[in-house]
């Protein structure tokens, strides 16, 4: 099965910076690639699919890049309510595999 | 408005079954494949089972699930169920119904979850 490794864990930062975050896959997974936010007991949300497509709704200040192993989530501006855990999922063949999450701080 | 509302969580001991439930609304349900996703207590999420739309039956299973869980959907009722037998402790989460988005693989709508817990 393909592995997805998300780094880092967990970060602090302040509003107004610039947050990434890395997911790899143990082998290539094409563009097959989504994100989710999962603020604090709430359900987790659709942020990008196909690696770079925002989901209609969410605020641009969000991005994704990447393709094959290497995918990167990158807020451009933290805001507060961007204080979340982050999840990357892959769906390049079964299972549809989750990242572990990252916790984004203040 | 898409609804997905999920029931039949509950405390259950190790052995025993339970069946989950997931009544959808807001959108045509036989077009969309749909999922069960869960979510251990402070834990990650981990994907359990799909159902293909109504145009094949192609289902999956994480292998964690397999041969203990069965996923089914009842166009009718425009509903999706999971079957889930023979539960562990390891099995206790959150386990949401969830919308696969047309076109990829990836969850565009959630359901609020209903919690199973697997304890003697």
């Known amino acids: 099965d393909i592995q997805m490794t998300q780094s880092p864990s967990s970060l602090s930062a302040s509003v107004g910076d610039r947050v990434t975050i890395t997911c790899r896959a143990s082998?290539?997974?094409?563009?097959?690639l989504a994100w989710y936010q999962q603020e604090p007991g709430k359900v987790p949300k659709l942020l990008i699919y196909a690696a770079s497509t925002l989901q209609p709704g969410v605020p641009s200040r969000f991005s994704g890049s990447g393709f094959g192993t290497d995918f990167t989530l990158t807020i451009s501006s933290l805001q507060p309510e961007d204080f979340a855990t982050y999840y990357c999922?892959?769906?390049?063949?079964?299972?549809?595999?989750f990242g572990q999450g990252t916790k984004v701080e203040i | 408005d898409v609804q997905l509302v999920e029931s039949g969580g509950g405390l259950v001991q190790p052995g025993g079954s339970l069946r989950l439930s997931c009544a959808a609304s807001g959108f045509t349900f036989s077009t969309y494949a749909m999922s069960w996703v869960r979510q251990a207590p402070g834990k990650g999420l981990e994907w359990v089972s799909y159902f293909s739309s109504s145009t094949s039956t192609t289902i999956y299973y994480a292998d964690s699930v397999k041969g203990r869980f069965t996923i089914s959907r009842d166009y009718a009722e425009n509903s999706l169920y999971l079957q889930m037998n023979s539960l562990r402790a390891e099995d206790t989460a959150v386990y949401y119904c969830?919308?696969?988005?047309?076109?990829?693989?990836?969850?565009?709508?959630w359901g609020q979850g209903t919690l199973v817990t697997v304890s003697s």
């Open positions: 999922q892959k769906y390049y063949g079964v299972p549809l595999t």
């Open positions: 969830v919308r696969v988005k047309f076109g990829s693989y990836s969850f565009d709508y």
């Open positions: 082998q290539a997974i094409s563009d097959s």
